[in-house]
T-cell receptor, first 115, second 113 residues
Framework: NAGVTQTPKFQVLKTGQSMTLQCAQD?????MYWYRQDPGMGLRLIYY???????DKGEVPNGYNVSRLNKREFSLRLESAAPSQTSVYFC??????????????FGSGTRLTVV | GNSVTQMEGPVTLSEEAFLTINCTYT??????LFWYVQYPGEGLQLLLK?????DKGSNKGFEATYRKETTSFHLEKGSVQVSDSAVYFC????????????FGQGTRLTINP
């Protein structure tokens, strides 16, 4: 019962480097999400994928790209990392409304530091 | 747009005290409301939910009632334990396909023995 698996758990990047955060879920959920968590600001939606083959911008998409590789996997890419992208990143999955009223399942997070 | 406002933290209580964490929301239509809990070093876990007005969500001794007239969803527990120490997030979702959640800023709760 893995749920939502994120890799890596920790990462340090230099400004300008690129990297991809990986996320996979084994619950057969249609919808997947990427959030960032910053102190005092709660969680903010970066991108989401309502179903396989679709992706949409959330509240804070600038500087990020995503790929919904298949129903299970949803990756987040930073093309040119900036210190402002230092954050904890969470992937989540759910079913769409109305069955999605059961809420999200979250991964354990990736702590990213950009120096 | 939709938004959620939680009471400022941190909140520090003694074991067995009564807990209230306030949450109010702004939304069009009739969203679903959630409380999530985050223990140190972990992801968020769903604590409880309510999908329509006057619904009461409950779990692990925590309760919250969906109050449409006051646009509130306050979290309560009658007797807190040290193990309840965590960050609590109030959230809402619209009913438009993907369940995009909008979160409050979180309230850090510390329970002292």
């Amino acid at each position: 019962n893995a749920g939502v698996t994120q890799t890596p758990k920790f990462q340090v990047l230099k400004t300008g480097q690129s990297m991809t955060l990986q996320c996979a879920q084994d619950m057969n959920h249609n919808s997947m999400y990427w959030y960032r968590q910053d102190p005092g600001m709660g969680l903010r939606l970066i991108y989401y994928s309502a179903s396989e083959g679709t992706t949409d911008k959330g509240e804070v998409p600038n500087g990020y790209n995503v790929s919904r590789l298949n129903k299970r996997e949803f990756s987040l890419r930073l093309e040119s990392a900036a210190p402002s992208q230092t954050s904890v990143y969470f992937c989540a999955s759910s079913e769409a409304y109305p069955t999605g009223n059961y809420g999200y399942t979250f991964g354990s997070g990736t702590r990213l530091t950009v120096v | 747009g939709n938004s959620v406002t939680q009471m400022e933290g941190p909140v520090t209580l003694s074991e067995e005290a009564f807990l209230t964490i306030n949450c109010t929301y702004t939304a069009t239509g009739y969203p679903s409301l959630f409380w999530y809990v985050q223990y140190p070093g972990e992801g968020l876990q769903l604590l409880l939910k309510a999908t329509k007005a006057d619904d009461k969500g409950s779990n692990k001794g925590f309760e919250a009632t969906y109050r449409k007239e006051t646009t509130s969803f306050h979290l309560e527990k009658g007797s807190v334990q040290v193990s309840d120490s965590a960050v609590y997030f109030c959230a809402l979702s619209d009913h438009q396909g993907a369940q995009k959640l909008v979160f409050g800023q979180g309230t850090r709760l510390t329970i002292n023995p």
